[in-house]
């Protein structure tokens, strides 16, 4: 079955620079993925989307890229603020289903 | 515009019992989803409901079980609670074939089960 994976352990940066979490899937490349930001006891927050024929997508300081080759997105944080601090969660369909599936996130510390 | 709304906010219920939770989606969507989030894990896919039904669901014994009324607000029941059922529950709606469009999650319910 499909699986996601993204690193379990924190990213602790300083503030300014850029952050780059990754997130890998097995199995079958689905047709599009999605980042979603969570905050601590909150739901998850919806940021971007990106299909299988875009490369790349932006959205203000966000970045995310799409490799089908290597089942693979990563997800930058331009410029990063203490306000970024949180758990990014990436999210892909898990077939043709209809449901997402996500994975269990990376954590990420932005150090003033 | 008024987000997902979910109901209550936290619970406390003791091995056994029998909790619901309730969601609101936002107005004119047409599809809520369940996610449960058990402390420190990830979102594990609980059911899908749209125009009533229920769509698909995710590997939960049947003692979780839910409903979707005719203003496409909805109900999540879970029986016999046992201890691991202690999580967040998540709630989110999208309009119909518009989920790849992103999610809108409420709040959760943060359930204890003692």
């Known amino acids: 079955s499909q699986k996601i994976e993204q690193n379990s352990e924190a990213l602790n940066i300083q503030e300014g620079k850029t952050a780059t979490l990754t997130c890998n899937y097995t199995?079958?490349?689905?047709?599009?993925l999605q980042w979603y930001r969570q905050d601590p006891g909150r739901g998850p927050v919806f940021l971007l989307l990106?299909?299988?024929?875009?490369k790349e997508k932006r959205k203000e300081r966000l970045k995310v890229t799409f490799d089908t080759t290597l089942k693979q997105s990563l997800f930058h944080i331009t410029a990063s603020q203490p306000a970024d601090s949180a758990t990014y969660l990436c999210?892909?369909?898990?077939?043709?289903?209809?449901?997402?599936?996500f994975g269990s996130g990376t954590r990420l510390l932005v150090r003033p | 515009e008024a987000g997902v709304t979910q109901s209550p906010t936290h619970l406390i219920k003791t091995r056994g019992q029998q909790v619901t939770l309730r969601c609101s989606p936002i107005?004119?969507?047409?599809?809520v989803y369940w996610y449960q989030q058990a402390l420190g894990l990830g979102l594990q896919f609980l059911l899908w409901?749209?125009?009533?039904?229920?769509?698909n669901r995710g590997n939960f014994p049947p003692r979780f079980s839910g409903r979707q009324f005719p203003n496409y607000s909805s109900e999540l029941n879970v029986n016999a609670l046992e201890l691991e059922d202690s999580a967040l529950y998540l709630c989110?709606?999208?309009?119909?074939?518009?989920?790849?469009?992103?999610?809108?999650f409420g709040s959760g319910t943060r359930l204890t089960v003692v």
């Open positions: 199995n079958y490349s689905p047709a599009y």
């Open positions: 999210a892909l369909e898990m077939d043709s289903s209809y449901k997402l599936i």
């Open positions: 409901y749209d125009e009533g039904e229920e769509r």
């Open positions: 989110a709606s999208s309009p119909l074939y518009a989920y790849r469009d992103g999610y809108t």
């Open positions: 107005s004119g969507h047409t599809s």
């Open positions: 990106i299909r299988e024929n875009e």
